[in-house]
């Protein structure tokens, strides 16, 4: 059997035999198109059925995301134990996620329109491959894809990244091997491309080569990446699978990252990839949808060197008036475990004063002058001469440790505080930030606030409560003297807060009950007890609206009045794993 893809295909087969359960692997047959010799060896193996996953991924997926239709053989069953990386979507959900996708898309009028969602009765698969058909006028959906077109798809990344023939593979459901061995050659044939296939319990096994689709078959055929525990037990702990689900060996991926010498790329950020998978030994995502919010949930299975978070009280346990809350839990172990990496942050900051004049941090530097009687003398000449200037004037320095002390010093005597200690003490166990409905239009309003106590604004911090209240009352002096602005204090409960007015910082000391809110439980599961961000977009835009009128005629401001609030959280580590969610929830448009 030749290991590439035959340069004078046979007749095509014809389309009437159902699929097999058993491995085979099968010559493609790429009808009426000869595929380059030599190629781009898979380059744009995305065109066909690998744009199925990105087409859906970025469009037509957007809107897919609920929960799995069925069982079933799934794209994992049928790719190698040895992958380090995979995207599995479902086309064709079951008729109440279809009625879901569908009043989901309405909220949306502009993106349904786009997508071409009419109703629920649409066939998903045929809009998710609209835009991978383009330009390829010889193929025809419903003659050469819907007749052997399964329900689910899958990519998959191998460790052998340094050959693209042996790392990429990609799992269709197929119904029919026969029509889609010739549909297949039809997609791959629209950009000239090589390919393989293969064929094991009900899927099309594809990737750039046929040596590399009959090693792919063999592999999942002795041990696929459904039987992987790690994978397996990932997967477990995601509550829900979704239509798009996604996993990343984090450990062997930076291993064939480094195999591979990508990390000779990525330079001195090469570190921070160990940092990662020190932290985190692999991910587990999933994309979901309910008819009126889309929402990311990702779990990630702690690594070697697991951070640790102390107890808190949380997101949810911010006044239920909220409109922006943000939390940050253990933000003051991380300063003082990581002050000189923050130290060396803020020398790459001070490097930037003689090129762009940050405030406080000097002026920029006069561009060289420019001499036009040498130009016209010698213009290429010049040119190369004038260039070499500008690039040495404006090329960063590389501030000193003198430098950043000396900063250090002066904001340390300007706010009256020690550093790096009152900035663990200020970030704490954890540290929030808060701004309330009261005097939201002022803040939107062109002029500001005429004074700070007209808005509900401040910041509370858990922890050490006698270090935290000495630090808030030096804090509210330096500001007093500084900018003439009174800021009161509260302090309650391991925590203590600054805030623009006596009842706003004595709220934010007591537990209030965001999480009890119906807006905040739409985009936030549970009460946010390992910090998060929580925005109530439609609170904003009213504001923004009752103090700019005219800002509502704007396009992109009515596009952002289908958002009603946008949250992301994250859970504290239970059983190994520590969960993230990202979240958005949807509301009828306002005319």
């Known amino acids: 059997m030749s290991d590439e893809t035959p340069t004078s295909p046979p007749p095509p087969p014809a389309p009437d035999g159902p699929a097999t359960p058993d491995a085979t692997v099968e010559q493609p047959a790429a009808p009426e198109a000869t595929p380059a010799a030599g190629g781009g060896n898979g380059k744009k193996i995305a065109l066909g059925i690998g744009a199925v996953v990105a087409v859906a991924a970025v469009g037509g997926g957007a809107y897919a995301w609920t929960q799995l239709s069925g069982g079933g053989t799934q794209p994992h069953d049928v790719l190698p134990a040895d992958t380090i990386a995979y995207v599995r979507l479902d086309l064709d959900p079951s008729a109440s996620q279809k009625i879901d996708l569908f009043r989901l898309a309405r909220r949306v009028p502009e993106l349904s329109q786009e997508l071409g969602i009419k109703d629920e009765g649409d066939d998903l698969r045929k809009i998710v491959l609209q835009d991978a058909l383009e330009g390829c006028d010889d193929v025809d959906y419903a003659k050469d894809v819907e007749p052997w077109l399964g329900e689910r798809v899958g990519l998959g990344v191998g460790p052998n990244l340094e050959d693209e023939e042996e790392s990429l593979r990609i799992a269709v459901q197929v119904t029919d091997e026969k029509a889609a061995k010739t549909g297949i050659g039809k997609l791959f044939a629209c950009s000239d491309e090589e390919f393989g296939i293969g064929f094991l319990d009900g899927y099309a096994i594809v990737t750039p080569t046929q040596k590399s689709a009959d090693a792919a078959v063999k592999a999942a055929s002795t041990k696929s990446l459904a039987d992987d525990a790690d994978f397996t037990r990932d997967q477990d702990a995601l509550d829900e699978q979704g239509v798009l689900s996604g996993w990343v060996d984090v450990k062997d991926g930076l291993a064939a990252i480094q195999e591979a010498g990508i990390d000779d790329v990525l330079g001195p950020d090469a570190a921070d990839l160990e940092t990662v998978a020190d932290q985190t030994s692999s991910l587990a995502f999933a994309l979901s949808a309910s008819s009126t ?117 002066e904001i340390e005597k300007t706010l009256d505080v020690t550093l790096p200690d009152d900035l663990v003490t200020l970030l704490g166990d954890a540290f929030s930030v808060y701004v309330g409905r009261d005097g939201l239009e002022d803040i939107a309003g062109p002029q500001g606030p005429a004074d700070p106590s007209d808005v509900a604004v401040g910041l509370v911090t858990e922890g050490d409560e006698a270090k935290a209240a000495d630090l808030a009352t030096r804090l509210t002096a330096s500001l007093q003297r500084l900018a003439g602005v009174e800021l009161a204090t509260s302090t309650g409960d391991d925590a203590v807060s600054i805030a623009t007015s006596p009842k706003v910082a004595k709220e934010l000391v007591e537990d209030g009950d965001l999480a009890g809110t119906d807006l905040f439980s739409s985009v936030i599961d549970g009460d946010g007890e390992g910090g998060g961000l929580f925005v109530d977009v439609g609170a904003i835009l009213d504001a923004v609206a009752k103090a700019e009128p005219d800002v509502e005629q704007d396009d992109v401001f009515k596009s952002l009045r289908n958002i009603a609030a946008v949250g992301f959280s994250t859970t504290r580590p239970q059983d190994g794993y520590t969960g993230v969610s990202a979240s958005v929830a949807f509301t009828e448009r306002k005319q």
């Open 293 to 409: 919010s889309l929402t990311l949930d990702a779990v990630a299975r702690e690594g070697d060197k697991a951070t640790k978070l102390p107890e808190v009280r949380g997101l949810g346990a911010l006044p239920d008036d909220t409109v922006v809350g943000l939390t940050v839990p253990g933000g003051g172990k991380a300063v003082e475990e990581n002050w000189d990496e923050i130290k060396s942050s803020l020398g790459d900051l001070l490097s930037l004063r003689d090129v762009f004049g940050v405030p406080g941090l000097g002026s920029p530097s006069p561009q060289p002058e420019f001499d036009a009687e040498a130009y016209a003398a010698d213009p290429e000449g010049y040119e190369e001469e004038y260039l070499a200037q500008l690039e040495q004037q404006t090329a960063p320095s590389s501030p000193s440790s003198t430098d950043v002390d000396a900063t250090l010093e």
